[in-house]
């Protein structure tokens, strides 16, 4: 208890969440709350100083620690084909992990909701021939054992990072899970999304930069190129920048995912597709094999200049 | 297509959701995409000029075209005496729908997650001896059967406005559900949320406006104010204000509340609590029995002088 | 100083602005710096209980303590007949100040930008012709002498919120001022503009609420109407809505404007056009004389409703 | 005039600001206004499609079009030792033109407000010394002619950015004008702002993005690294970015610096002091001298990988 000239502070000391705040600060005579410890504490750096490195894939793809991962391929799968010309045509040019859509979370309910189990068979295929590990959105908690099976990384979109259900679940399997952030989650909300995964069990989570949600509207989101530092100072965790998300299109992603490097991303996840005019979902911000390809001779050479930053005291 | 001194505009016909009008404006020559019709249909009030009333329970508590609502009762369900006293002090005060939290989403997964099934059977217990239907919220896709069975509107919050599983599955369900307004959806992600609802069969969709995020931060959340005019004019279904949530302190609910029917509100969602100070969840935001009652006989006056606004044209 | 299991707690004494607060933070060993007290003095209720009661013009009209004044009148003055036959009609329904703008700030600088001091002329022909004072903006410190003669109320716009060459000018003049909040002003930045006037020496202050900015885009701006319960509990100062800029739809002003009332504003500002069809700024938002009649209607029967809300503790 | 099967388009051929799309939006039988032209005109680079290379000072320094120009000193001048000392170590790493405010917008009035033209004076006193070119800040119409006579690039703050009076006078100088992003401005309105200066005469505009307000509260505000690559899109300006203010934390000015040149910057303006701990003003987010030369090798080294970005399709 210390006592000031106009008011009193009380140390109140244990495990305080936002809403024990709320309540605390509407009690007669209390002015404010402010709380001083963190509510994440597995994923916070403070209790777990070295980076987390996690490892994907029976090919044991690392990313963390100084590891750097690209993960790219179409917005949504939509024949063997498209995926497997794409995977190859990724991985030529540096990518480790093939990205895919089956289960495709789309703002209308006429949209085109992808391929389902089919989607996930081809990325069987596509691993198969080019020994790249895969990694897919899961949307439903009933699809979560079907994406475990087939998947090398789990992805948690941005619209499901609240969707507490969803979290326990995947923190109950033995994949590694990327939690994307919300469209307008603090970091704190996202890194205690992180903390249900983790508080399941599973602690290879990789967490997802894909822009928030500003007044600006000529962008589809705003990337928060803060995020990397941010992020790397408050967790252990590893960090991606997907700037296909975080612009809308594809003369924006370029720039930005080489923006997201230079402030210190461990990884991007970048949307590629041979044709985009004639994709079924989000050609207007997939890149095409040569700017793909282009982007990553960029990207090695950014990492090179940056490594490391100097972002912790 | 209409020729103009600078460009030329094209007009496309057929339903396109916000993903094609992307992919037009990427292509060679495309100077800018503008969408002229909806994407939503069913909650559109274009097609379906009248108000939708919707009928809660076996006693047929109506809601929207002229009817107003009162849902009240705790945030978190804690025990029998707790929910029963609560239930019969709102109904005393003219609430119609007992509102209580069985699955509670938390920011964090160390803080108390709800009583589950347990909390669903005392809310049977407290319509038995009231009379007054319940509403609950459900937060896994795995629970909807049983919430459905116990409950008589399904909300599905504000966290997951976005889950499209979850909306699916509620639309397959035969009872009345409250959709929540997502932390930064706009009105046509919303009226989408609730379309996702409609296309699975059940048109008795409740909307609810509980606070948006912004940059402010003195208060929990921002009411949408606008969003009573606003929703009236675009869709036929009705619309409640939920002030506990979008303002998270006591002493703002019953101002916000007030202004929330000035603005047309079909009804509030309003957390009540015996005894706020020591409410399991959210009682900085829970009003009292005495307050509650002062606040009805409010809203009750401010209707009178309201109804209707004119705000078509 | 408070000695913690994981951390120290410092107090430090003194007077500290945000800046101050910033740079502690990133000093060695210091984890988070949380200010206890609020920086802004001469507007805290804190230290000044009593409601401010603003007097204006030599007519004393009254605003706050429980006086209710409504500001009306078109956006931009465009000629005498419009203007007199406005305030006429005004008047009679019930507004006691009448606004106009002579120096619009608009978006655009190929826009019209008002008339000026002819424009002012007109206001106090207007004021001769109906005895109501007048309230009109000032966008440039070198009029602040000019708008100070002819006007009884000097407007500092939102986009002028932060000029505080501006504020600290028109801190120097005896005539009221009222200070609109910024696009993406928090409610202490507000209260801080405020904070200028009064400490050049100027208490008499008015603060008007007139939307944030936000994602949604189908409003123009989204009216925070947690600001009037907000405010009154922060400051003693007058707190008044403008419906007509919050929306930027005439159809949804009314509605609105007895929503900020019912939520506890002092008064309301509200745009009136003898033919909004045809005004030459703002006409979309501008009520009819007939719509604005009912309004004051409606706002005089929340009134009598709402007053007083119960929202200090 | 286009015919569809629910709706009928209407071209209309004009300028049309944001306004009149607001008063045609409301009329009877209109459903929706869709501008289709572009309001600014001489900042656009549809209208002039090479870039602008602005020359700074006598020494004729430039950016745009290919040069790349830091800018950098201290957030307050606060005595000759510090500025001058700062000067020769910021050109000594590789700045070319110096930073200094003398007069400084304080979100409170009771915070250090700087030196005024004794800090003008001191910024003459470090050109004669280094040779290189000033900037500093203008907050006041009075101080135009001033700061013109004292400064080679004159600011105007994000704070002012629609400050209108200020851009009108600003526009009538003949020094370069930097102009800021307001907190919370879409790309439009900056443009917009831009185009106010531009109109006055004063073609000589650099545009700076200082980060926009969201709802993260931990960094003092979020850099929108998508600007770079929008604005060389929609604009033939020069673009600067300035990490200090969109970070406010000094740990993250070097990763969002170097992110800022990887998204194609034309330049960085970064706050620079002998010694941040004892700073009068943005200590937290200024960088070391140390610090300050290893981000100027850094950000040269990207330069190299990124030059030029294929933004343009």
């Not at 590990?133 to 941005?158: C, F, H, K, N, W």
């Not at 590629?272 to 207007?284: C, F, L, R």
Request: charge should be negative.
């Amino acid at each position: 208890m210390s006592e000031g000239v106009e008011r009193q502070i009380i140390g109140v000391v244990g495990s305080i969440g936002p809403e024990l705040q709320d309540e605390l600060e509407v009690m007669d005579g209390v002015s404010e709350v402010l709380r001083i410890s963190k509510p994440y504490k597995l994923s916070a750096r403070e209790f777990h100083p070295e980076d987390t490195v996690v490892s994907i894939g029976e090919a044991g793809v690392k990313i963390g620690g100084g590891e750097f991962c690209v993960f790219a391929g179409p917005c949504a799968i939509e024949d063997e084909e498209q995926l497997v010309s794409t995977a190859k045509a990724v991985q030529a040019a540096g990518a480790k992990v093939l990205r895919g859509g089956a289960f495709k979370p789309r703002t209308s309910p006429y949209s085109f909701r992808g391929m389902g189990e089919d989607g996930l068979k081809l990325m069987a295929t596509a691993r198969a021939e080019t020994g790249m590990p895969v990694i897919t959105e899961v949307m439903s908690e009933r699809d979560v054992e079907l994406v475990e099976r087939y998947s090398d990384v789990i992805q948690v979109g941005a619209r499901n990072m609240q969707n507490f259900a969803l979290l326990d679940q995947v923190g109950k399997t033995r994949k590694p899970v990327m939690v994307k952030r919300g469209f307008s989650a603090t970091y704190e909300d996202w890194l205690l999304a992180a903390e249900y995964v983790m508080a399941g069990g599973n602690e290879d989570v990789i967490l997802c930069e894909r822009g928030v949600r500003t007044f600006e509207t000529f962008t589809r989101n705003t990337m928060d190129i803060n995020a990397m530092p941010v992020i790397k100072r408050l967790s252990h965790l590893p960090i991606v920048a997907d700037p296909s998300h975080a612009t809308g299109k594809w003369y924006l992603v370029s720039p930005v995912a080489c923006a997201s490097v230079a402030a210190g991303a461990d990884g991007l996840i970048i949307e590629v597709h041979p044709n985009p005019d004639t994709a079924m979902s989000d050609g207007a911000q997939s890149l095409t094999f040569e700017n793909f390809a282009a982007l990553m001779q960029q990207s090695e050479a950014i990492r090179a200049v940056v490594t490391p930053h100097a972002t912790s005291s």
